[in-house]
T-cell receptor, first 109, second 110 residues
């Protein structure tokens, strides 16, 4: 079945550590997106990519980095520069009606 | 001002009731709109697109009023399984970026 797979489901990060969240899709979508969701807030766009080897900053890109070396994959790195990384991270692909992955819950310990 | 604004609720309604959610948007350049449903601690899932002519999918009816920059979702004959957060979403720009409202929480009770 086609879909988006995010891993891991839960991730714990120590202060000062970089972590990478995986996002893989087999829907043959060109566009992929990373969102962050905090309690009581809507989804906020971190980065997006419309084509391989190209990506753009979203509204809250500071402290994050991405790559898009393959159409299927759009990993997100949460760097130590991100001061408040605890959140629910969602990857999506498509245009218009997105398909979302099941998300990664990142907690700083 | 947020681009997409929703009443956060919660809306507590009995099973079988009709409930309506409203949403306003500030960016008149927004091209398309959607309603997503999000269950607790899960990812959002597309519920339906919203058209100016209005569209219906079973018990769900969505409507867009571009003049008033207003979007609505009507749920008839509410079921317990409709309990979720409903996200109003606008599409803007050539990059197909979606802007999400904070969501309206619905709780359907017996």
């Amino acid at each position: 079945d086609g879909g988006i797979t995010q891993s891991p489901k839960y991730l714990f990060r120590k202060e000062g550590q970089n972590v990478t969240l995986s996002c893989e899709q087999n829907l043959n979508h060109d566009a992929m997106y990373w969102y962050r969701q905090d309690p009581g807030q809507g989804l906020r766009l971190i980065y997006y990519s419309q084509i391989v080897n190209d990506f753009q900053k979203g509204d809250i890109a500071e402290g994050y980095s991405v790559s898009r070396e393959k159409k299927e994959s759009f990993p997100l790195t949460v760097t130590s520069a991100q001061k408040n990384p605890t959140a629910f991270y969602l990857c999506a692909s498509g245009s218009g009606g997105y398909t979302f992955g099941s998300g990664t819950r990142l907690t700083v310990v | 001002r947020k681009e997409v604004e929703q009443d956060p609720g919660p809306f507590n309604v009995p099973e079988g009731a009709t409930v309506a959610f409203n949403c306003t948007y500030s960016n008149s350049a927004s091209q398309s709109f959607f309603w997503y449903r999000q269950d607790c601690r899960k990812e959002p899932k597309l519920l339906m697109s919203v058209y100016s002519s209005g569209n219906e999918d079973g018990r769900f009816t969505a409507q867009l009023n571009r003049a008033s920059q207003y979007i609505s979702l009507l749920i008839r004959d509410s079921k317990l399984s409709d309990s979720a957060t409903y996200l109003c979403v606008g599409l803007t720009g050539t990059a197909s970026k979606l802007t999400f409202g904070t969501g309206t929480r619905l709780q359907v009770t017996l």
